[in-house]
């Protein structure tokens, strides 16, 4: 297991150098999505504005719907910024892998296995973060940059600028490792050794 210091834009030999356990510190920016915005992308067929598409080539991608105040000068100011269940919006994932150049999706709860794959198809990975971690997520963040599909808000798309933004867990990499599958596998087995102990068939 190593610590990773990235800078964003993530290249692909970045993406080859995690592994399950690893963890990743993140400067530079990430994008903010979420089950609206990316409806809208796939299931509605709409691109991206023009001038978002080229930055979400080795993008890290966050699932979120940010607390935000809406300043005069038309800027967003964060408010609380946390993250959300990533597994409802897992048959996105190959799409943003393979159609727009994405590298890494944030997020708590894990990918189902179609999601998992995409990352050894394409080569991207998961990374996770702690589920009611919004206070620290927050002040790790920097500023709200831009944002994009205001009509959706918060769906909307963000672009967040961090500073030390994590430690986020690799929990799927790209070459078929995948923390939440290894965790549910040793649990079942302790159960049955439970079960034994107990004398429960």
């Not at 990743?24 to 809208?40: E, K, P, S, W």
């Amino acid at each position: 297991m190593a610590h990773h210091h990235l800078q964003t834009p993530m290249t692909d030999e970045f993406v080859k150098q995690l592994h399950v356990g690893d963890t990743v510190t993140v400067n530079g920016h990430i994008f903010g999505i979420r089950d609206a915005n990316l409806i809208r992308m796939f299931d509605h067929k709409i691109d991206p504005p023009e001038d978002l598409i080229p930055q979400l080539r080795g993008a890290v991608t966050i699932h979120t719907a940010p607390g935000v105040k809406k300043l005069e000068n038309g800027k967003y100011e964060k408010v609380c910024i946390g993250t959300t269940t990533s597994t409802r919006m897992d048959r996105f994932v190959e799409g943003l892998f393979e159609r727009f150049g994405v590298k890494a999706i944030t997020g708590k709860g894990g990918m189902l296995q179609p999601g998992a794959q995409a990352c050894v198809n394409v080569g991207g990975v998961y990374f996770s973060i702690v589920g009611g971690a919004a206070a620290l997520e927050t002040t790790q963040i920097e500023e709200i940059e831009d944002v994009w599909w205001e009509d959706l808000m918060p769906e909307a798309i963000w672009k967040l600028r961090v500073k030390d933004f994590g430690p986020l867990l690799v929990s799927v990499d790209s070459y078929g490792g995948n923390l939440y599958k290894d965790v549910k596998t040793q649990a079942v087995n302790n159960l049955d050794k439970i079960y034994e102990r107990l004398g429960i068939k």
